[in-house]
């Protein structure tokens, strides 16, 4: 790091440069004082996040807030490119990783989610205080074990019937409360608080809120149960 000195009895600047110490006179401030301030933009300049993923992850999270009804195509559009983004390497930064995350998480198929996760642990690897990407580890590997048929582990995903949410099938004993404590996550009966509240129930057992076949028949009859 540049140190300027400035002396103004005897107008002497001195810098120190790793190492390296230069005592200059009057006919040679203006290219010393140049080179310091390059030296020290160089220094304060970083790795940028890319500004396309910020704009593709906004633009998700947009269409979800206003329910856009071009949602799906804007999903499979926004998805081709950030697919194209990853083949060319340009991901650098903790948010690049969990940006290109979002939109694998709106995919379609198990390797969307299995990517979206694997994205979600590369950018917290990158930047261990990303507590959104913690969660999205969280939510992209238990949207991608129900999208292979099997329970999710950590309690993320949910399914709303009518006006009430129940919980999708999950496995209680793989995760413990600890480990969703730090990814940023509901502990398993913080979650069933959640679920008495909204059903105004006093069930003392989460699996209470899975929704049985019949349930989701009511409302998807045209959908399997485990869909």
Not at 30 to 54: A, E, T, Y
Not at 91 to 115: C, E, M, R, W
Not at 144 to 152: A, D, E, F, T, W
Request: hydrophobic share 35%.
């Amino acid at each position: 790091i540049a140190e300027l000195i400035v002396r103004k009895k005897d107008a002497l600047f001195i810098y120190k440069t790793v190492g390296i110490n230069l005592k200059t006179t009057s006919s040679m401030k203006k290219f010393n004082i140049f080179f310091l301030l390059f030296c020290l933009l160089i220094s304060s300049c970083g790795v940028q996040d890319n500004v396309r993923l910020v704009e593709l992850a906004e633009n998700d999270q947009l269409d979800r807030r206003q329910n856009n009804p071009e949602l799906s195509k804007n999903d499979s559009d926004r998805l081709k490119e950030v697919k194209e983004i990853i083949q060319s390497n340009d991901l650098k930064t903790s948010n690049d990783y969990f940006n290109a995350a979002i939109i694998l998480q709106h995919g379609s198929v198990p390797q969307d989610y299995k990517t979206a996760n694997e994205l979600a642990k590369k950018a917290v690897n990158l930047d261990s205080q990303n507590q959104s990407a913690k969660v999205l580890i969280a939510q992209s590997m238990d949207r991608y074990l129900l999208s292979i048929n099997k329970p999710q582990i950590y309690g993320t995903q949910r399914k709303l019937l009518g006006k009430l949410e129940y919980l999708q099938k999950i496995d209680t004993l793989q995760i413990s409360d600890t480990k969703r404590k730090e990814l940023g996550l509901k502990t398993l009966q913080e979650n069933l608080d959640y679920f008495n509240k909204m059903h105004q129930k006093k069930e003392r057992n989460i699996l209470a809120y899975i929704p049985t076949d019949s349930l989701i028949r009511k409302y998807y009859p045209e959908k399997r149960a485990d869909l």
